[in-house]
């Protein structure tokens, strides 16, 4: 159980194209899905957190308008990022979390998706 | 605000031998809950185990096992019988009920574990 997906795996564009990363979860229901992004051989930096049928909370530092999330259902979170540019290159990486109580909510991740603007 | 630790960057560990990667947290909260994660080379996060700051019993989950040592403020993660297919990232996380977001999870910068033939 608790599996969740990423779509697509890989992703070129060119600069200035917008792309779109879709996140599911494949056997639950998730209220809460999480963004994150990270570098070669660095930790992973949260970028939004998305809520099902509400406006994602962005960390600060990240810009709303290039990185669309919209959270339609209790399995799907996407992320788009508008106007790609070279340094927009990076893992994305989503998660879902799945309740147990207030501490023992588990985050489950995606497979990721790397994503590289030429 | 929390912190996670991971004074490792990179461990070394012979096949079937243990291996005990640290971490250490600061947080005010007394209620909080620690994570590790494995990276492998793919880029999945893979959820390995979890430890509640009222636990009383050190979490395990089949050859891995948190050693917790809360007066100490670490969780260090203990992976048995080590197989080549442990080589990989390892990350500490936590979540605490602090202000802001309390479902988000605070990564430390990873242990890049190597299992030697």
């Known amino acids: 159980g608790a599996v969740v997906s990423q779509h697509p795996s890989w992703v070129i564009c060119k600069s200035g194209t917008s792309v779109k990363i879709e996140c599911r979860s494949l056997?639950?229901?998730?209220?809460?899905m999480f963004w994150y992004r990270q570098f070669p051989k660095q930790s992973l930096m949260l970028m939004a957190t998305?809520?099902?049928?509400?406006?994602?909370?962005?960390e600060q530092g990240v810009e709303k308008d290039k990185f669309l999330i919209n959270h339609a259902s209790l399995t799907l979170s996407t992320l788009t990022v508008t106007s790609a540019h070279p340094e927009d290159s990076s893992f994305y990486i989503c998660?879902?979390?799945?309740?147990?109580?207030?501490?023992?909510?588990?985050?489950?991740f995606g497979p990721g998706t790397r994503l590289l603007v030429l | 605000a929390q912190k996670i630790t991971q004074t490792q960057p990179g461990m070394f560990v012979q096949e079937k031998e243990a291996v005990t990667l640290d971490c250490t947290y600061d947080?005010?909260?007394?209620?909080?809950?620690l994570f590790w994660y494995k990276q492998p080379s793919s880029g999945e996060m893979i959820f390995l185990i979890y430890?509640?700051?009222?636990?009383?019993q050190n979490a395990t989950e089949g050859r891995y096992s948190l050693n917790f040592q809360k007066a100490r403020k670490s969780a260090n993660l203990v992976i048995s019988a080590s197989q080549l297919g442990d080589s990989a990232m390892y990350f500490c996380?936590?979540?605490?009920?602090?202000?802001?977001?309390?479902?988000?999870?605070?990564f430390g910068s990873g242990t890049q574990l190597t299992v030697l033939p």
């Open positions: 998660s879902a979390s799945v309740l147990g109580g207030p501490l023992r909510e588990t985050q489950y």
């Open positions: 056997d639950f229901q998730a209220t809460t």
């Open positions: 998305s809520n099902e049928g509400s406006k994602a909370t962005y």
């Open positions: 947080t005010s909260d007394q209620s909080y809950g």
């Open positions: 430890q509640g700051s009222y636990d009383e």
């Open positions: 996380a936590m979540r605490d009920t602090g202000s802001g977001s309390a479902r988000q999870l605070t």
